[in-house]
């Protein structure tokens, strides 16, 4: 091999890690950059719908549930705003903490906004959760027990429980530290240095776990406590209406807190613990599923209206009726009076049939079926 051909090799091999890194730079920019703009953009849309339904709905029962609806879209929407923000300033000064965060600033901003809007979207999930809980269960203390004044104090208890954990870090001097994909800040899993290192993120884990369990106990008692009230037809159909509705967004959103927040949340026990060492690129990957819940959330409203419910099940009921004919119910009048005819039955019959004031046609291996019948019925008689 030439020395110049040895040169092109040797420039050739440092030039594709860089090639490669300036690509991955530019993919992850681009993700973060989509995912900011489509979670603004969708609970902007779903602050608007809920914003015409609290509007449009008289039901006093509904309210509280629409408070904490509208203050979950808002968390939402500030958290896409500000991570966002934060992960598109940093990216466009190439990842170099050491030269535009020296005193680790921007570091604590960015673990404890993450902390928070992470936390405060689960804590809501479980308030609204625990509403609809009493709402069916305890109707009468709802309606009569539940003001806005105590909504409002209890979205305060929320938000403040999450920043007070989002704050601990910073308060103990244990600040956030820079993950090593260099994009983005988190507790110290690598290396705790003492017991507040496995503390803080047990905490945050444990939180986050347990508000996930108080949404999958409560949502359960309230499914089966609304079903077997409307099967006892004790609620008005009205009033049923809008309990479904709302219970299938609940089951909804904490389907999606679950697959979202689950594996993190796992992930962060274990790696406190010091049974599971995370790979930064995994870690990475599950902060990323975990964005996905702000996002997914508003689709929530969006798509599980009552208006949308009923055209879906609608069109289904269509779908099952267009793949299988019901069978034909004869009126016992028509036939007694084919049967008592002496000329049998009518010839016009079996061009159309009028069963319940219903004219209905049919093809010819149904017109076939329906004489047979008929003929058969006729000379019984």
Not at 201 to 206: D, E, I, R, T, V
Request: aromatic share 10%.
């Amino acid at each position: 091999m030439s020395a110049s051909e040895s040169t092109d090799l040797t420039s050739w091999k440092e030039a594709t890690p860089t090639n490669i890194t300036c690509i991955e730079k530019n993919l992850s920019v681009a993700t973060s950059v989509i995912s900011m703009t489509v979670g603004i953009l969708s609970n902007s849309l779903a602050f608007f719908i809920l914003f015409k339904s609290s509007k449009r709905t008289a039901l006093k029962s509904k309210a509280p549930f629409s408070v904490f609806a509208t203050s979950l879209v808002v968390t939402d929407l500030l958290g896409h705003l500000v991570n966002g923000s934060v992960v598109i300033y940093v990216y466009s000064l190439h990842k170099h903490w050491e030269t535009f965060d020296p005193h680790g600033r921007v570091c604590n901003l960015f673990g404890a906004t993450l902390v928070f809007f992470g936390l405060s979207p689960l804590f809501l999930g479980s308030a609204m959760a625990i509403e609809r809980c009493i709402g069916v269960t305890k109707p009468f203390y709802h309606s009569t027990g539940l003001a806005f004044r105590h909504m409002n104090k209890l979205l305060s208890l929320i938000w403040f429980l999450a920043a007070l954990v989002a704050a601990l870090p910073v308060a103990l001097s244990k600040s956030y530290r820079v993950q090593n994909s260099r994009s983005w800040c988190f507790y110290n899993l690598d290396e705790p240095d003492d017991w507040l290192d496995v503390f803080l993120p047990m905490l945050f884990a444990l939180l986050g776990l347990l508000a996930l369990l108080f949404s999958i106990v409560c949502n359960t008692v309230t499914s089966c406590s609304l079903l077997l009230c409307t099967m006892q037809r004790k609620h008005h159909s009205r009033g049923t209406s809008y309990h479904v509705e709302m219970i299938c967004q609940l089951m909804a959103i904490m389907l999606v807190s679950c697959v979202c927040w689950g594996p993190l949340l796992t992930c962060v026990i274990l790696a406190s613990k010091g049974d599971y060492n995370p790979a930064s690129d995994t870690l990475l990957f599950l902060v990323r599923i975990a964005t996905w819940n702000q996002i997914l959330d508003p689709w929530v409203y969006i798509l599980l209206r009552k208006a949308v419910l009923k055209k879906f099940y609608l069109m289904l009921q269509r779908c099952c009726r267009s793949k299988s004919r019901k069978p034909v119910l004869w009126q016992h009048s028509f036939l007694r009076s084919s049967r008592d005819s002496k000329f049998g039955p009518p010839v016009c019959l079996f061009d159309g049939l009028l069963v319940q004031n219903t004219h209905i046609s049919l093809s010819d291996d149904s017109k076939t079926e329906v004489l047979h019948a008929v003929l058969s019925v006729w000379k019984k008689g």
